[in-house]
């Protein structure tokens, strides 16, 4: 479980240099077709990551709160906290 989620994780910030990289490119290659397919590529395979991490461990950022009573964003862990080493 724990190596899955760290996956997701990697996954998501891969995606997200990429596109990042993508988005510099096509600013002074607008007509590129070759970049907006790897663009649109990364976006979604970052989308996928993303939802599953979300589904799976909850919340990356308050944005991906999905309403209730309760204001559930500060629950834990957070995805940076290291889960392996302590105890339930």
Not at 60 to 83: C, H, K, M, V, Y
């Amino acid at each position: 479980m724990i190596m899955e989620k760290q996956s997701l994780l990697n996954r998501i910030q891969i995606c997200d240099f990429a596109l990042k990289e993508a988005n510099l490119f096509l600013d002074s290659h607008p007509k590129s077709s070759e970049a907006i397919a790897y663009f649109l590529k990364h976006k979604a395979i970052r989308e996928q990551a993303y939802n599953d991490y979300v589904k799976k461990y909850g919340p990356l950022t308050p944005l991906d709160f999905s309403g209730g009573d309760e204001w559930t964003w500060t629950d834990g862990p957070w995805p940076w906290e290291n889960t392996e080493n302590k105890e339930d």
